[in-house]
């Protein structure tokens, strides 16, 4: 089981493989210098990407990461504030990079348990023009946010808020296109209210590397600044960038195959008296297991070729890399595993 492609991982879907078709896409793409502006196909993305989400430009960047922090650094400046939420990515798991490299205070609010910062919180933490106050300058969502969708009704009222207040909006949109898909609704529906938005062609889209950042022209133009400054200025990127093309072309609607073999995974496990399973309403869900299960489930599972994050409230992903076929193995490991397990 050391090959990688043998393994059914649902750790993450940061893991696919790039498929064939995207290899070859990779393989033909013509590229150049995009320091200089140059790369065809990195224009390419980026136009089509801001066309797709109905935005005036777009910015190709290495990471999700370094679009949300080129954003914070766009829309904030020192010494002012982004209301977030507290379990959001770019406050939790960013490192803390608005804080440290943009001198950005963040404040943090309580996520609500379908994933929204509640509308009066939201009102109550923007502060007033006072000098002993931080400028409150940004809102920044994510959607969907630990496999939660936020509603369309919620994302107006939220962000026509944040406007009315004289705050900018931001969309940590890493997994927007599994909300679209899950709502039913267009990607540019999926992103209406929000100035700017990131995603990611790393996750369940499919690509080996990359995001866009999406905003108005001038905003990208500043925005690359910062992109130089942190390192993500790169150079024949089409190679790269052609891979997120082809994610964004192919990739997008078959996620309803990832939301659905997720509700599979979550029936049958919820089958297992002992685990306490949140059904998905997305590719990401959550389940609670007896915390003395855990180590020998790790081994039990990485014994019949799956990797999962075990612990006693562990997450489960699916992705392009997991099959129908792939679920029904997983979902008989469990049984397997918990049928002779006992506390
Ligand atoms: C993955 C992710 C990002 C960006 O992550 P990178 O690994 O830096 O590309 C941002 N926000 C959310 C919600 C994510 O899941």
């Not at 797709?52 to 766009?74: D, H, K, R, V």
């Not at 997994?175 to 929000?194: P, Q, Y």
């Amino acid at each position: 089981m050391s090959d990688t492609n043998t393994w059914i991982d649902l750790r993450s879907d940061t893991v696919t493989q790039p498929s064939q078709a995207m290899r070859a896409a990779m393989a033909a793409a013509e590229v150049g210098d995009d320091v200089y502006g140059d790369d065809p196909a990195v224009n390419r993305l980026q136009d089509f990407a801001a066309d797709l989400f109905g935005y005036e430009a777009g910015m190709f960047a290495p990471s999700g990461t370094q679009t949300n922090l080129i954003a914070l650094m766009t829309h904030c400046g020192r010494g002012d504030e982004y209301l977030v939420g507290q379990e959001a990515h770019t406050y939790k798991y960013e490192g803390g990079g608005a804080a440290v490299l943009g001198s950005i205070q963040p404040q943090p609010i309580a996520n609500q348990p379908d994933g929204s910062l509640a509308l009066a919180d939201i009102e109550g933490y923007i502060k007033p023009d006072d000098m002993h106050f931080a400028r409150t300058r940004l809102l920044a969502l994510e959607n969907t946010i630990g496999g939660r969708v936020l509603g369309q009704d919620y994302i107006a009222a939220a962000t026509s808020l944040a406007h009315a207040r004289g705050l900018a909006t931001h969309l940590d949109g890493a997994r927007v296109c599994n909300a679209a898909v899950k709502n039913g609704v267009s990607l540019r529906d999926a992103v209406k209210g929000f100035d700017t938005v990131s995603v990611c062609l790393s996750k369940g889209l499919g690509a080996p590397v990359g995001s866009v950042l999406l905003g108005p022209k001038a905003f990208i133009e500043q925005g690359k600044r910062w992109r130089k400054m942190l390192g993500g200025g790169m150079r024949q990127a089409g190679v790269i960038a052609a891979a997120g093309q082809h994610a964004l072309q192919y990739n997008v609607q078959r996620l309803a195959e990832d939301h659905e073999n997720a509700a599979d995974l979550a029936r049958g496990l919820a089958e297992i008296e002992v685990l306490k399973v949140t059904p998905p309403q997305t590719n990401i869900f959550w389940m609670d297991l007896p915390a003395a299960a855990c180590e020998p489930l790790r081994k039990a599972l990485a014994d019949a070729g799956i990797r999962a994050t075990v612990g006693p409230r562990m997450r489960l992903v699916t992705h392009l890399d997991v099959s129908r076929d792939d679920v029904v193995k997983v979902v008989a490991a469990f049984k397997t595993f918990f049928k002779d397990w006992r506390a």
